[in-house]
């Protein structure tokens, strides 16, 4: 690689983090507008948003009951397991660059 490449290489990359710098300033200062609010009418907005989602999770709970009898029933109790035992075998080899036993390098 030259000189002109390496130069213009790293000249990319300054460029390149430097606007990636900008980039990520720019948005931890547009998302610290947002946790600074300060306007009335803002902050009467995400009240009345609260509440709104409040009152909805309010109604689901009233409306929405679990049955949990089913769980009860006899074809659930008497459920049987018939998964199978993973036996424990070793994991890889001592030495993984040494060749395989019956084989050579030369017949890959």
Known sequence: MGNAAKN?????GLITVAFAGYYLYSQQTSLGDISG????????????DTQAFSAYSDTLENQITLDMNILNDKRFINLQNF?????ETGVGRPNPFAEISG??????
């Open 103 to 108: 084989r050579s390098n030369s017949s890959q």
């Open 83 to 87: 998964s199978t035992d993973i036996q």
């Open 8 to 12: 213009l290489s790293i000249v990319l």
């Open 37 to 48: 609010v300060t306007t009335t009418q803002t902050k009467e907005n995400m009240l009345r």
